[in-house]
């Protein structure tokens, strides 16, 4: 089997990597070569059958020679994040859309019907929501990142429904805890949060403490990720509302204080009301269908912290 990550080395495909090379077998069968892509991938075993790609998704002529041998599962994780993506549209279009597509086109051209698990978001869903939600809720982006990762959605299902890929995208909620540095993630304050109460410094929180959000930590999203390459469209859906916490601010602060013995007057707040919008106004969500494939959360607050800020 080959299996190919796209966006090997961003914090969930670093540690889908190490999961695939701790355990070297998808649907039941061996892993015979890992091919990982990312516009720089350090930090790998030296296995000769873990080869690494520098590039991106929208380089065609890559993505060819990458894929020339065949390829038996892909892992699309790689985007231009939802911040970065507003501010420079034709980078975000060029990546999240146009690289996306040519990558379907030329999975669509295979031999055997390849498995891809594409890494959507909640971001399909826009602002506004209501007081709760479920799976059958309609998206209405209201960036453009969540514009093109819908796009992408509506091709993975009708090329599925054709019997072209066998592909499943699921909508990830923030994934923590990511590293503390600019990433142009308009989310990234979640992990921010974590990692400064944990090494006991001082936050400025840009939402209120009330605000919610839906969490998942790096951990329980490869689990979701492996468990989706077992599932078959031709039978059951292929889009994926995760199951997610729904927590505020407030309880997972309490739950960080919790679990590192910190001061919770540590964090301040000065909430930034278009960045509360977006992210600190998210309702309570019913995943039953998700949950009946198999899918989950992170059961609890302490146990996503406890998994988040776990080494990779």
């Given at each position: 089997?080959?299996?190919?990550?796209?966006?090997?080395?961003?914090?969930?495909?670093?540690?889908?990597?190490?999961?695939?090379?701790?355990?070297?077998?998808?649907?039941?069968?061996?892993?015979?070569?890992?091919?990982?892509?990312?516009?720089?991938?350090?930090?790998?075993?030296?296995?000769?059958?873990?080869?690494?790609?520098?590039?991106?998704?929208?380089?065609?002529?890559?993505?060819?020679?990458?894929?020339?041998?065949?390829?038996?599962?892909?892992?699309?994780?790689?985007?231009?994040?939802?911040?970065?993506?507003?501010?420079?549209?034709?980078l975000g279009y060029r990546v999240n859309l146009q690289g996306?597509?040519?990558?379907?086109?030329?999975?669509?051209?295979?031999?055997?019907?390849?498995?891809?698990?594409?890494?959507?978001?909640?971001?399909?869903?826009?602002?506004?929501?209501?007081?709760s939600m479920d799976e059958d809720y309609l998206p209405h982006?209201?960036?453009?990142?969540?514009?093109?990762?819908?796009?992408?959605?509506?091709?993975?299902?009708?090329?599925?429904?054709r019997g072209d890929i066998n592909g499943q995208a699921l909508?990830?909620?923030?994934?923590?805890?990511?590293?503390?540095?600019?990433?142009?993630?308009?989310?990234?304050?979640?992990?921010?949060?974590?990692?400064?109460?944990?090494?006991?410094?001082?936050?400025?929180?840009?939402?209120?403490?009330?605000?919610?959000?839906?969490?998942?930590?790096?951990?329980?999203?490869?689990?979701?990720?492996?468990?989706?390459?077992?599932?078959?469209?031709?039978?059951?859906?292929?889009?994926?509302?995760?199951?997610?916490?729904?927590?505020?601010?407030?309880?997972?602060?309490?739950?960080?204080?919790?679990?590192?013995?910190?001061?919770?007057?540590?964090?301040?707040?000065?909430?930034?009301?278009?960045?509360?919008?977006?992210?600190?106004?998210?309702?309570?969500?019913?995943?039953?269908?998700?949950?009946?494939?198999?899918?989950?959360?992170?059961?609890?607050?302490?146990?996503?912290?406890?998994?988040?800020?776990?080494?990779?």
């Open positions: 089997m080959r299996v190919l990550i796209i966006g090997a080395s961003g914090l969930v495909g670093r540690a889908l990597t190490n999961a695939l090379i701790d355990t070297p077998k998808l649907q039941g069968e061996s892993i015979e070569q890992l091919l990982l892509l990312d516009q720089a991938v350090t930090s790998y075993p030296n296995l000769d059958w873990v080869k690494a790609y520098t590039g991106d998704v929208s380089d065609t002529a890559l993505l060819r020679r990458i894929l020339a041998d065949g390829i038996d599962v892909v892992f699309h994780l790689a985007s231009v994040p939802g911040g970065l993506a507003e501010q420079d549209y034709d996306t597509l040519e990558l379907l086109n030329q999975l669509q051209q295979q031999v055997h019907c390849p498995t891809l698990i594409y890494t959507s978001s909640i971001a399909v869903y826009g602002v506004d929501l209501p007081q982006p209201q960036l453009s990142y969540g514009a093109h990762k819908l796009m992408v959605e509506t091709l993975i299902r009708d090329l599925s429904r909508r990830l909620p923030g994934i923590v805890a990511r590293p503390s540095q600019a990433s142009g993630l308009k989310s990234a304050f979640m992990s921010d949060l974590m990692h400064a109460l944990a090494e006991g410094h001082s936050y400025e929180c840009p939402v209120s403490a009330d605000a919610t959000a839906w969490w998942m930590s790096v951990k329980c999203c490869v689990d979701n990720l492996l468990h989706a390459t077992e599932l078959n469209p031709q039978t059951q859906h292929s889009i994926w509302q995760l199951p997610i916490l729904h927590l505020s601010i407030r309880q997972v602060i309490s739950a960080l204080c919790h679990v590192y013995d910190q001061d919770p007057a540590l964090v301040s707040f000065n909430p930034d009301t278009n960045l509360e919008a977006l992210f600190g106004q998210y309702p309570p969500i019913m995943t039953s269908r998700a949950e009946q494939a198999g899918f989950m959360h992170d059961v609890d607050a302490i146990t996503l912290v406890t998994r988040a800020l776990q080494p990779i």
